[in-house]
């Protein structure tokens, strides 16, 4: 699991994933990845269901990580 600002190949030639964002934006999303192959793939589903639910949007939201809800009826 990756959150984007995070996320690095483990080495120079891991190269079979990007991050990319828009060119012109005033707004960058908070992505979040299970990655396959992970070591703990029930706890990054499990970490992806949480950001998704009303609490995780909420801490998202907070002014101290100030990222944007994607779940409209979590605020």
Known sequence: MVIDSSGSPPSRRATR???AYPALTSVVLASVAVVKGGPNPANARAFVEFLLG?????RLFAPEIGRLPVVPHAL
């Not at 009303?54 to 909420?58: K, L, T, V």
């Open 17 to 19: 994933w990007t991050l």
């Open 54 to 58: 009303d609490e995780g949007q909420r």
